[in-house]
């Protein structure tokens, strides 16, 4: 898969950001995010997977979230001002985002959707996202990636106590 260019490496690549390309095998042709960190040999606290959401005005949101964690949909849909978010089916992903379940890229996707990344990212210099493939991570720095899809920092997660 070496030298593959999706959207969002290209879009990497024409702001000139700097990345590192990380291949896992996926031979039925997803695996959950816990496995990408193990497969990647990544710490899943900086491995994160990429949710799209529809509230209940029909706007489409995402959220950026560490691959061991759980999106709270009580605190996106309080951040992106809905009354109740859920997630878009998985049939849909590719109609919304022009990605594939399993290779949603937060950056590049057919239309800029409002971002947020969750909070914890701000732990690390850098984090691993989706390059936009099955099988295809990209390690960026989190400011560069918040920057790029004008994402905000936000508590996304349910707390485990």
Known sequence: M????????RLLEVNKIKY??????APQGFLDGLS?????????????????????SKEHYVCVIPVDCE????????????????MIL????TKVTGYIKGGC???????????????????FENIVVS????GLQMDVRV???????????????INKE
């Open 71 to 86: 999106l709270d949909l009580k605190k996106a849909a309080k951040h992106f001002g809905e009354k109740k978010i859920e």
């Open 105 to 123: 890229s937060p950056v590049g996707m057919k239309k800029q959707f409002k971002t947020a990344i969750d909070e914890s990212a701000a732990n």
């Open 90 to 93: 998985a049939r849909d992903i």
């Open 131 to 134: 390059a936009g493939k099955v």
């Open 36 to 56: 990408v960190a193990k497969a990647t040999g990544m710490d899943p606290k900086r491995v994160f997977k990429t949710l799209v959401l529809q509230g209940s």
């Open 20 to 25: 590192n390309i990380k291949e896992y095998e």
């Open 2 to 9: 070496a030298g593959i260019k999706t959207n969002a490496v």
């Open 143 to 157: 400011d560069d990636l918040l920057n790029l899809i004008d994402a905000d920092l936000v508590g996304l997660i």
